[in-house]
Structure formats: C-alpha cells, structure tokens
C-alpha cells in the first residue's frame, strides 16, 4: 500500500514513518490580547528546539492618508528585528 498526498510548492511533503518522528501542525486566528499568552503557554516551551519552525503573517488595514507613513515604520521595525522587510501595501 502506498500513500500519495499533493502539496503546493511551499509545503513540505510528508511521509509519516512508522515510530518515526511526528509533526505538530496548528493554523489560526489570534486576538491581540492572547498573542503573549500563546508565546508563554505554548512556543517558550519549544524554543531551545532547533525544529521549531514559527511563521507570520498579517494584515491590516488603515487609512489610505496614513499608509505610506506606517508601511516605512513597519519595514524600519522588522529591520531592527533582523527579519526580512518585504511589507506590501495595497
């Protein structure tokens, strides 16, 4: 018996293997206020582990008058951070 599943380009194919590792998998919607609950509860647990792989997005919408202003504020923040400042405005 073998298993076929069809990923997109960005996923990374699975094969489970039996006794072999495993992999926790979660996608959601966050409020602001439990952001920091989800850190503290869930990923400071996982974060001396070299497999921990966090990714984010997110988006906002604001007043057309204010977009360019908080477009270079948020690529100058994520540069501080040391993370990639590719933000898009539409």
């Known amino acids: 018996m073998a ?3 069809v990923t997109t380009k960005d996923e990374e194919p699975e094969i489970e293997v039996p ?4 992999t926790i998998r979660w996608s959601g919607t966050i409020p602001p206020q439990k952001w920091m609950l989800l850190y503290t509860k869930i ?3 996982y974060s001396t582990s070299p497999d921990l792989k966090l990714e984010v997005s997110f988006v906002l919408r604001i007043d057309h008058d204010q977009a360019d202003a908080k477009l270079s504020e ?3 923040r994520l540069r501080e951070l ?3 400042d590719g933000v898009s405005i539409r």
Do not use: C, M, Q, W
């Open 3 to 5: 298993e076929v599943r």
């Open 19 to 22: 006794n072999g590792p495993r």
């Open 43 to 45: 990923f400071s647990k």
């Open 74 to 76: 948020t690529k100058r």
């Open 82 to 84: 040391g993370l990639d």
